[in-house]
């Protein structure tokens, strides 16, 4: 069975410091992998996927995200983190094609301080 | 290009009441999904259209849930009669048929009283 640990419930960093929220997956096959945001009263909005190729991919709003196979993980990361940045974070893990479905970790809020 | 549009965005029902949500997909995108999220959890699949089909129902508690999809487009899911433990967050995405990225509308949050 496929699923989803986002093991940070809730992280506070200051405004222009780094950021960088865990995911850990576990699949029976290659993965395909997204993370995505969602501010208060909205969807899901997606940051970036990742699926083959260079395991260090970019999205947009400057977040990036590491792939490595050997941890099963996937990780969000932004070099200064903007007051409009607070929000949830959302990790996800499916099948390259939506001939399955996809698994959402629980999250991982984030606040950050002036 | 106009998103995933939901209707209500929020609505509050007593128990045992039967409540409507509706979904409209972005134009193109074959496939539509309905998720439940709870308050601190991430979103969990409900049901999945391709097209007019239900393709993955099997989360879909159907003795009061049901959707429909009937012209391939627009979608409706109902709960009937609703309980206290439905009070969530039902959110509707599409994608284009077998493309994984799946774009949310904003939801509609339910309040079960």
């Known amino acids: 069975a496929q699923s989803v640990t986002q093991p940070d419930i809730h992280i506070t960093v200051s405004e222009g410091a780094s950021l960088e929220l865990r995911c850990n997956y576990s699949?029976?096959?290659?993965?395909?992998l997204f993370w995505y945001v969602q501010s208060p009263g909205q969807g899901l909005q997606l940051l970036l996927k990742?699926?083959?190729?260079?395991?260090l991919v970019q999205g947009i709003k400057g977040f990036e995200a590491e792939f490595k196979r050997s941890q099963s993980s996937f990780n969000l990361r932004k070099p200064s983190v903007h007051w409009s940045d607070a929000a949830e974070y959302f990790c996800a893990v499916g099948p390259f094609t939506n001939a399955g479905k996809s698994t959402f970790g629980d999250g991982t809020t984030l606040t950050v301080k002036p | 290009e106009a998103g995933v549009v939901q209707s209500p965005r929020y609505k509050i029902i007593e128990k045992k009441q039967p409540v409507a949500f509706w979904c409209n997909p972005i134009s193109g995108h074959n496939t539509l999904y309905w998720y439940l999220q709870n308050l601190g959890q991430g979103p969990e699949l409900l049901i999945r259209y391709e097209n007019e089909e239900a393709v993955d129902d099997s989360q879909l508690p159907k003795d009061r849930f049901s959707a429909e999809r009937l012209k391939g487009v627009d979608s409706t899911l109902k709960i009937q009669p609703a309980e206290l433990g439905d009070s969530a967050v039902y959110l509707c995405?599409?994608?284009?048929?077998?493309?994984?990225?799946?774009?949310f509308g904003p939801g509609t949050r339910l309040t079960v009283t």
């Open positions: 699949y029976g096959a290659t993965p395909y």
């Open positions: 990742y699926f083959s190729g260079d395991t």
């Open positions: 995405a599409s994608s284009f048929s077998g493309v994984a990225e799946q774009y």
